[in-house]
């Protein structure tokens, strides 16, 4: 629930990224230079992964969806996928 709800959002650019690279079981920080996501934010979904296979948890199934939508967004043209993305749009 705490991946769904307090790590991963919506950002303004219309994605669902990881707000922060800096959280903890009990608080997140998102102000610079925290506020990014980077590869190994991915590693956190593996829980998530493995329930949403296992009972098909749609709200995980949409999550897990959303963050992959949001990656592919950002790419270049040679279709390089950039994993260190600023939650609130700041480069």
Same mark, same amino acid.
């Given at each position: 629930?705490?991946?769904?709800?307090?790590?991963? *959002?919506?950002? =303004?650019?219309? !994605?669902? !990224? @990881?707000?922060?690279? +800096? +959280?903890?079981?009990?608080?997140?920080?998102?102000? &610079? =230079?925290?506020?990014?996501? !980077?590869?190994?934010?991915?590693?956190?979904?593996?829980? *998530? +992964?493995?329930?949403?296979?296992?009972?098909?948890? =749609?709200?995980?199934?949409?999550?897990?969806?959303?963050? *992959?939508?949001?990656?592919? *967004?950002?790419?270049?043209? &040679?279709?390089?996928?950039?994993?260190?993305?600023? @939650?609130?749009?700041?480069?």
């Amino acid at each position: 629930r705490r991946i769904l709800e307090d790590v991963t *959002a919506i950002a =303004p650019d219309g !994605h669902r !990224h @990881f707000k922060s690279k +800096y +959280y903890s079981g009990t608080d997140i920080s998102t102000e &610079e =230079p925290w506020g990014w996501s !980077h590869n190994y934010s991915l590693l956190v979904l593996q829980t *998530a +992964y493995m329930i949403a296979r296992y009972n098909g948890n =749609p709200a995980l199934r949409k999550m897990i969806i959303e963050l *992959a939508d949001g990656l592919l *967004a950002h790419r270049d043209e &040679e279709g390089n996928i950039f994993t260190e993305i600023n @939650f609130y749009g700041f480069s």
